[in-house]
C-alpha cells in the first residue's frame, strides 16, 4: 500500500506530522487487514485467532508435552486465558 492509498484508506484530511508516525500507522492498518483476513480463514474452521495460536505452538512442540505456563508465555496476546482457550478446543 503506497502512502497516498495509506491516507485515503484512513481518511486523513491531514498530511502525516512525520514519516515515522506515518509508518507505525502504516503497520497498525496492515496488521488490521492481515487479521481480519486470518480471521476469515479461521472462521471456516470454526476456530477464534487465539485457538490457532495455541494450536500453532502446540505443533511445534510436538511430540513433546507441553504446560500450560509455556503455551502462556508463547503466546503473541499475553492477556489471553489459556485454560479456558485449551478447554474450548
Not at 497498525?28 to 479461521?42: G, K, M, N, W
Amino acid at each position: 500500500m503506497s502512502s497516498p492509498n495509506l491516507e485515503k484508506h484512513i481518511k486523513l484530511s491531514q498530511p502525516f506530522v512525520n514519516e515515522y508516525y506515518k509508518a507505525v500507522v502504516g503497520v497498525i492498518v496492515l496488521e488490521s487487514i492481515i487479521l481480519l483476513e486470518l480471521e476469515r480463514h479461521l472462521s471456516q474452521y470454526s476456530l477464534t485467532y487465539q485457538q490457532f495460536n495455541i494450536l500453532r505452538i502446540l505443533k511445534g512442540q510436538y511430540p513433546q508435552e507441553t504446560q500450560l505456563n509455556l503455551l502462556k508465555n508463547r503466546m503473541l496476546h499475553q492477556q489471553s486465558d489459556v485454560s479456558r482457550l485449551i478447554d474450548r478446543l
